[in-house]
């Protein structure tokens, strides 16, 4: 794993940093749909994404979800930053989009790390600041996108993230992800098929345009 870990962290960390995350992570293997972090627990340590992709969101009392943003390897997770070092519990949902590879680093590590290495310090701020820009992203395409508009822009971040035209979701899980009705998003993906932006297939949508 430590080749995997230079692969994706050597261009931010030194060797001693990547020896030490190695000697202490917990490596993780989830599939794909594997919920790893629910909102309201306890998070005791924090994810290095080593390879996938990671779906965030916030959820409402009746069950209802926000995407937040998508991580991908050589990514963490801002909010979980925020609940390991504060002992808060998580306001945050993560799930695999795809097969991904973790690694789980301790709390009490994070806090070391920060005073002994720069790279380290360095990568925390700027998760912070990359993963504020993604919510004030979709906070900006709640407020002044139409509903087509950020349809379409979640298909083509689907795309990015996953390096794949061919996207696995149900209109009921686009529906749930951007926070709308099921037969609001069917009717949408078809105005696009109509337009040749998509083609619609059982359970699986194909970009044609990108």
Request: net charge negative.
């Amino acid at each position: 794993m430590i080749e995997e870990l230079r692969e994706n962290y050597g261009h931010l960390f030194e060797n001693e940093l990547l020896k030490e995350i190695n000697n202490v992570g917990v490596f993780k293997e989830v599939p794909e749909g594997y919920t790893f972090i629910e909102v309201g627990e306890y998070i005791k340590s924090m994810p290095l994404l080593v390879n996938g992709v990671i779906r965030i969101l916030r959820e409402d009392a009746e069950g209802n979800e926000l995407l937040l943003y998508f991580l991908e390897k050589g990514h963490t997770c801002a909010m979980t930053l925020s609940c390991c070092i504060g002992n808060t519990k998580s306001e945050i949902k993560a799930i695999a989009e795809t097969d991904s590879k973790l690694i789980m680093i301790p709390v009490e590590k994070m806090e070391e790390w920060t005073s002994k290495y720069k790279t380290w310090r360095n990568f925390v701020f700027n998760s912070y600041h990359n993963r504020l820009m993604e919510m004030l992203d979709t906070i900006d395409n709640i407020a002044f996108l139409k509903m087509d508009e950020r349809l379409l822009r979640y298909l083509h971040d689907k795309v990015k993230v996953t390096n794949d035209r061919e996207i696995h979701s149900t209109h009921q899980e686009i529906a749930y992800d951007l926070h709308t009705s099921r037969v609001v998003i069917s009717r949408l993906l078809k105005a696009l098929e109509n337009q040749k932006v998509i083609e619609l297939q059982r359970n699986r949508i194909i970009m044609l345009e990108y």
